[in-house]
């Protein structure tokens, strides 16, 4: 089993910043894609950035160049910088993390969740 703690949500205003960080931990083979969703009250959860095991990042159009992730292997930690944040960024963003028990298989795991606030 894998337990994910995801931490550095709050309130700022827009155009100032915030860095969430989300460590994995408990038993497993290796780490592979780690992504950072987010949902808004009354909208579907989307995919906001991805990061692979070889540190190829992806993001969606409405963050590239403002939000960054990047992930510490040795930590087991991925992070998501978010700069210059807007109130439309206001949401719940949770961490998800697909991790190989063993050589043969893969399972995704979710966080809990931190809600970031931006107000105008």
């Known amino acids: 089993q894998v337990q994910l703690v995801e931490s550095g949500g709050g309130e700022v205003q827009a155009g100032g910043s915030l860095r969430l960080s989300c460590t994995a931990s408990?038993?497993?083979?290796?780490?592979?894609?780690m992504r950072w969703y987010r949902q808004a009250p009354g909208l579907q959860r989307e995919l906001v950035a991805a990061?692979?095991?070889?540190?190829?990042?992806y993001y969606i159009d409405s963050v590239q160049g403002r939000f960054t992730i990047s992930r510490d292997n040795s930590k087991n930690t991925v992070y998501l910088q978010m700069n210059s944040l807007k109130p439309e960024d206001t949401a719940v963003y949770y961490c998800?993390?697909?991790?190989?028990?063993?050589?043969?298989?893969?399972?995704?795991?979710w966080g809990q969740g931190t809600q970031v606030t931006v107000s105008s």
């Open positions: 408990g038993s497993f083979y290796s780490i592979n894609d």
């Open positions: 990061i692979t095991s070889r540190d190829s990042p």
């Open positions: 998800n993390v697909n991790v190989s028990p063993n050589y043969y298989s893969d399972v995704d795991y």
